[in-house]
Structure formats: structure tokens, C-alpha cells
């Protein structure tokens, strides 16, 4: 189901998708949802990483030591 949503973009950026459109006569839309698509995976990952960063830094989380982790499963040389 697609929805529409509004969207403030950088008129330098918003000429390029509409000139990308043209050029391979595809709709401005289709680009824009393929950039969006292909890129919130990566944003999912970063900003999980951080939110963890953050939450260990403020001692919601705790880390523990490759050779605590080793002990801990019984796999000490």
C-alpha cells in the first residue's frame, strides 16, 4: 500500500531525481522511494548501534571481555 507523505528536499537534490527521471523515464517518485528503501536498513543498523553505545554508557548495559565471554561458555583453552 503506498501513501504520501510531504517532504522538504534541497532543490539541487530534488533536480537531480527530477533529471534522473527524464533521462530513464521512470517517475521522480520511483527514485526517491528506491533511495529511501535502500537506505533505512543501514540507518536501522547505525542508529541501533548508537542507541546500545548510549545505553551502555549510562549503565543500562553491561560488556563483557572476549576471554569473561570464553569462561563464561566453557571455552578456555
Known amino acids: 500500500m503506498n501513501m504520501t507523505t510531504a517532504l522538504r ?9 527530477k ?3 527524464k533521462a530513464t523515464d521512470r517517475s521522480r ?3 526517491m522511494n528506491k533511495a ?3 537506505s533505512i536498513a543501514r540507518f536501522e543498523y547505525e542508529y ?7 545505553e551502555y ?3 543500562k548495559e553491561e ?5 569473561e565471554v570464553r569462561k ?6
Open 57 to 59: 554508557r549510562s549503565g
Open 19 to 21: 533529471n534522473l527521471a
Open 9 to 17: 528536499v534541497n532543490q539541487n537534490l530534488l533536480e537531480r531525481y
Open 48 to 54: 541501533g548501534i548508537l542507541k546500545d553505545l548510549e
Open 29 to 31: 517518485s520511483y527514485y
Open 36 to 38: 529511501l528503501e535502500d
Open 63 to 67: 560488556a563483557y571481555s572476549l576471554d
Open 72 to 77: 563464561h561458555l566453557g571455552l578456555e583453552d
